[in-house]
């Protein structure tokens, strides 16, 4: 078990993507932040504490959740369905980017565009994720990644945040190569 | 693949996390998704032996909404007009592949037989069996409950303190004792109201208190559900006329004049206005009769939802 990010280098990495999505957009009022349940909500409310100290601007942030769009509903017991929340004002012609914790087979992302087709037509869909660990099974790539952690298929990623594990860490459980 | 045969089948929490998926299921459509993928490429076979409206309709719309292909099956014009048996027509859905049974039959234990005869290996779904249980009618009513009070985030028996009166055919009515089982397994006290000739022996064992008069208490209850006087299961006369039934037992507006201002009033249809229930009644602002049928759709997507998924038995809604 090795820890691979502290808290520091947490709010580091979602400091530097709050600004790469500042750079990218050319500021932030067509942005809209959707995070993904669980821990990508709340990754989403501290990229937009970090857009609002850039920028002076609070950006929409809404909760997106994939449960119901997901591809393993015969393999996998269901699980409990999470909060979906639309800002005010909708995303409708937005530029919205997606929140998730960690990156990886890339089948959760592909969910939540489904998603997010079933309520309206983005402008633009971009991706943020604090951890890519590499093993995609589908062609889906990130815009903004925190840290690229490359990992073995028997290794798995955990992400601790305050608001759900009372602290902020990154992990690498299982075996290292 | 699993059923849901009687609410005996539920715990506390599978029967709070079926509210609490309605719930985000419906705040879900009111954002806009009308339509989820979650059940595409499932069959799911309505299999009413028994006439229905809502019912029916209510599991057709919430299959349809999960993107699952629905087939209609009623004994009327089938091929059970010629004889066939149960177990034949269970074995020819099952040859056509179905995923889930959603089954409504006249005797009681119906939806049992099919579920462990092993003639099917699909889910099934008890939407009324007789005189025994409905269910999905009582998850629907508590949802109704629960939203109504706003107690869908509390925790555990999220009902203590509640007073309800459950009023009318008991003896017959397959949703009193669902109802009966769920409110008192949610914390609910719940009071039977009958004249004694609808009134089941041993009413007591399912956990709930019973009353000869629906004036004594009328005051006292936040939630008064009165059920269809089933005059198609009645062999023998229970009450004098019709008239007098409706004047000791009907919900008229003098009654509901007497109930709480915050008391709800609940019917299972389909209603008789004037026996069970005044027309003033039925329309009154406290009855949530059009709510309960909106609801029966959120609810049944939601028991679809935890039942069919995974590869074998699913014990219970994971938490993520």
Known sequence: MA???????????????AHEIVEHNQGVENIVLMGIPTRGRYLADRLQENLESISGAAVPTGILDITLYR??????????????????????????????????????IRAALDALGE????????????????????????????????TSLKESVRVHLMEVDGEDSIEILGERQ | MSNLLSINDLTLDQALGILRTAAELEKLTEGGAK????????????????????????????????SADVINFSAKGSSVSKGESLKDT????????????????????????LASSGWIKASVINAGDGTHEHPTQALLDAFTIAKRFNLLNNE??????????????????????SNALLLTKLGAEVTMIAPPTLMPVGVAA?????????DNRLAEYDVVMMLRIQSERMTDSYFPTEREYARRYGLNSERLGKMKESAILLHPGPMNRGLEISAESADAENSM????????VLVRMAVLYTLLGGPTMVDEVVKA
């Open chain 2, 206 to 214: 399912w956990g709930v208190s019973s009353d000869y008069s629906l």
């Open chain 1, 71 to 108: 591809d393993d509903y015969r393999i996998r017991p269901p699980k409990a369905l999470e909060k979906t929340l639309l800002p005010d004002g909708g995303i409708e012609g937005r530029d919205v980017v997606l929140v998730d914790d960690v990156l990886y087979s890339g089948r959760t």
């Open chain 2, 156 to 177: 555990g028996q999220i009902f203590v303190g509640l007073k309800v009166a459950i009023v009318g055919d008991i003896l017959h009515s397959r949703v009193a004792r």
């Open chain 1, 3 to 17: 820890h691979i990010l502290e808290s520091s280098d947490i709010s580091r990495a979602l400091k530097r993507i």
């Open chain 2, 90 to 113: 269970a074995q020819t859905l099952q040859a056509m592949g179905a995923d889930a049974v959603i089954i409504r039959h006249g005797s009681s234990g119906a939806a049992a037989r």
């Open chain 2, 289 to 296: 009769v059009l709510e309960q049928v909106s609801n029966g």
């Open chain 1, 119 to 150: 309520f309206s037509r983005p402008k633009s869909v971009q991706l943020a994720v604090l951890v890519d660990r590499g093993h995609r099974e589908l062609p889906i790539r990130a815009d903004y990644v925190g840290k690229n952690i490359p």
């Open chain 2, 35 to 66: 339509k989820l993928p979650t059940l595409r490429g499932f069959t799911i076979v309505n299999l009413f032996y028994e006439d229905s409206t809502r019912t029916r309709i209510s599991f057709e719309s919430a299959a349809k909404r999960l």
